[in-house]
C-alpha cells in the first residue's frame, strides 16, 4: 500500500485515534467508544469470544487488522492490540453498523473466491494483499471494487481507532502527555530560540 510511507505512518496520518469520524460517529460518540473498549479489553484478559462475530468472521477480522497494521520493529500487530475484540464490542454497541460489518466480510469472500477459488481466510497471504490493494485507495476507487473500498475504509478506519486507544497503541504514539511535572523551569531555551522568542 505505498512503498514510500509505511501503513503504520499512514494511518497515524489520517487522525489515529479520532479515525472513528471515518464511522460517522461524533466526537462523544467515539470518546464513549473508547472508554467502553478499553473496559471490554480490560474484561477479556483470557480468550476472548465473540459475542457478534461468527466463528468465519472472527478469523477474517484477525487476519485484515493485521494487514492493517502488521507488526513492526516498534510494537505488535492489531490483533496483538485486542482490536478484534474491540471491534466485536463495537459492533455490539452499534447495532446500526452491523450490517455493513457483515457484508463487507462477505463481499471479501466473494472477491477471493472470484478470483482464487477460495474465501479470503484460506487464501494465500499474497492473494489476500492483492485484494486488499485493489480496495485500499478511497481517494482513488475503482467502480468495479466501489463496495469493498467503502468496507476497507471503514474497517480500518476502526482498525485505528482499536489500536491507537489501546494500551500498546498508545505505547506505539510515544504520548508524553498527562505527565506530572514537579517543577516547571520555564521554557527551555532552545524551544524559545526555535519558535523565534529569543536569539
Known amino acids: 500500500m505505498g512503498a514510500d510511507i509505511s501503513r503504520r505512518t499512514a494511518l497515524k496520518a489520517l487522525g489515529a485515534a479520532p479515525a472513528a469520524a471515518g464511522l460517522s460517529w461524533t466526537a462523544a460518540e467515539a470518546a464513549q467508544a473508547q472508554q467502553q473498549a478499553m473496559q471490554a479489553r480490560a474484561a477479556a484478559q483470557g480468550a476472548y469470544e465473540p459475542k457478534f462475530f461468527t466463528a468465519h468472521e472472527w478469523k477474517t477480522v484477525h487476519l485484515l487488522a493485521d494487514i492493517v497494521i502488521p507488526r513492526d520493529e516498534r510494537s505488535g500487530s492489531a490483533t496483538e492490540a485486542g482490536v478484534p475484540a474491540f471491534m466485536d464490542f463495537m459492533m455490539l454497541d452499534q447495532p446500526g453498523r452491523q450490517a455493513a460489518m ?25 492473494q489476500r494483499l492483492a485484494v486488499v490493494e485493489d480496495v485500499a485507495w478511497p481517494n482513488n476507487p475503482r467502480a468495479e471494487f466501489s463496495q469493498g473500498t467503502a468496507f476497507f475504509t471503514a474497517f480500518r478506519d476502526l482498525t485505528a481507532s482499536g489500536f491507537w486507544t489501546s494500551r500498546m497503541g498508545v505505547e506505539d504514539l510515544r504520548y508524553m502527555g498527562n505527565q506530572p511535572v514537579l517543577e516547571w523551569n520555564g521554557c527551555p531555551e532552545e524551544a524559545l530560540r526555535h519558535l523565534g522568542l529569543k536569539p
Not at 457484508?103 to 499474497?126: K, M, N, Q, V, Y
Open 102 to 126: 457483515r457484508g463487507g466480510l462477505r463481499w471479501l469472500d466473494h472477491e477471493c473466491r472470484r478470483r482464487f477459488d477460495r474465501d479470503f481466510a484460506a487464501s494465500t497471504p499474497e
